[in-house]
């Protein structure tokens, strides 16, 4: 059976860093795309947003949102361990969210979600 665990989050002051975990683990087969979505306070009836995505060859992309931060955001992975990282740097309030793991194996597979919550 699949597993998807995050871990990472946490309460952060504005302009602080925060690095998330995400290891995937159960199957026979090795995971292609990770990636992290968030879904914001107040907006748990909508899709979950992508923030960042990296496919197993290590290609990434990141939403419009973080685009224009992606020396602030960095999403990498070890394929040896089936685990993905997304490093966080100079967070802002807006930035809070529970940011939920997804593994792409024939399907998708997430994880329970880490609250990063960004406050003075």
């Known amino acids: 059976q699949v597993q998807v665990v995050e871990s990472g989050g946490g309460l952060v002051q504005p302009g602080g860093s925060l690095r998330l975990s995400c290891a995937a683990s159960?199957?026979?087969?090795?995971?292609?795309?990770m990636g992290w979505y968030r879904q914001a306070p107040g907006k748990q009836g909508k899709q979950r947003e992508l923030?960042?995505?990296?496919?197993?060859?290590?290609?990434?992309?990141?939403?419009d949102s973080v685009k224009g931060r992606f020396t602030i955001f960095a999403i990498s992975r070890d394929n040896g361990k089936d685990t993905v990282y997304l490093q966080m740097n100079s967070l802002k309030p807006e930035d809070t969210a529970v940011y939920y793991c997804k593994a792409a194996y024939y399907r998708d597979y997430w994880g329970q979600g880490t609250q990063v919550t960004v406050s003075s």
């Open positions: 923030v960042a995505a990296i496919s197993s060859g290590g290609s990434a992309n990141y939403a």
């Open positions: 159960g199957s026979a087969f090795r995971v292609n795309a």
